[in-house]
């Protein structure tokens, strides 16, 4: 389980990061990933949390409960992170501003579901591997 924290850690970092390189502006963004202090609560209070459910689903349920509380966490902070991504200045002048709003939305749209993806079998593979042991 250490290792599944450790990857949520690099994931609210990364996130953390790009939000500060973009000067992203919205609620979970503002108000927990640019200041520090929140941040650092955040992860504590998700470590905690996130370890106690997943205990609690795993002598319940099976790893799919899991991977689906993982799936949500992850999907909902990079989809909040990709969306202020294609509204923002830097990015509308890397794409160009002829492109649509809608079309931006939707690219960005697109990289939040594969990076949901990626870090969602990245995380099954962990937990499965602690499965078998």
């Known amino acids: 389980m250490s290792i599944l924290l450790f990857l949520h850690f690099l994931l609210i970092l990364a996130l953390a990061l790009v939000s500060e390189i973009f000067e ?10 640019r200041d520090k202090k929140n941040c650092l609560l955040f992860l504590l209070m998700f470590s905690i949390s996130f370890i106690f459910l997943s205990v609690l689903i795993l002598e319940n349920y099976d790893v799919i409960q899991i991977q689906i509380l993982n799936f949500l966490f992850s999907f909902l902070m990079i989809f909040e992170v990709c969306i202020k991504i294609s509204q923002s200045t830097r990015f ?18 697109i990289i939040s579901l594969n990076c949901t993806y990626f870090f969602t079998r990245l995380t ?8 078998v042991n």
């Open 92 to 109: 509308i002048n890397w794409i160009g501003e002829q492109l649509d709003k809608s079309f931006r939305i939707f690219i960005m749209f």
């Open 24 to 33: 992203l502006q919205g609620r979970f963004i503002q108000k927990i990933l």
């Open 124 to 131: 099954l593979q962990i937990i499965e591997s602690f499965q």
